[in-house]
């Protein structure tokens, strides 16, 4: 389940990335009928990357205090250990 729960969030992730930078390209290259529109769905990308940020974190801080110890010094020293 967890494995499942991490693919979705990084499958979501990509998406809402692509649609930031489709609206952001489109912001300004494309259709001015439909600016404002496009701007407030690039300015709500914000709150999907601060989630996912939080998401993340808390991932990385519940696998440091149960199943894998350590987690933390490895990502920051680049140890494979």
Not at 49 to 65: M, Q, R, S, Y
Request: hydrophobic share 50%; with cysteine.
């Amino acid at each position: 389940m967890k494995e499942k729960f991490q693919k979705w969030t990084y499958i979501i992730f990509y998406i809402c990335v692509v649609v930031s930078l489709v609206t952001g390209l489109i912001i300004e290259f494309g259709y001015k009928a439909f600016k404002k529109i496009i701007e407030e769905i690039h300015e709500l990308g914000i709150y999907y990357l601060v989630g996912f940020f939080v998401l993340h974190w808390l991932g990385v801080l519940i696998a440091e205090f149960t199943n894998q110890k350590g987690i933390v010094s490895r990502i920051v020293s680049g140890s494979k250990n």
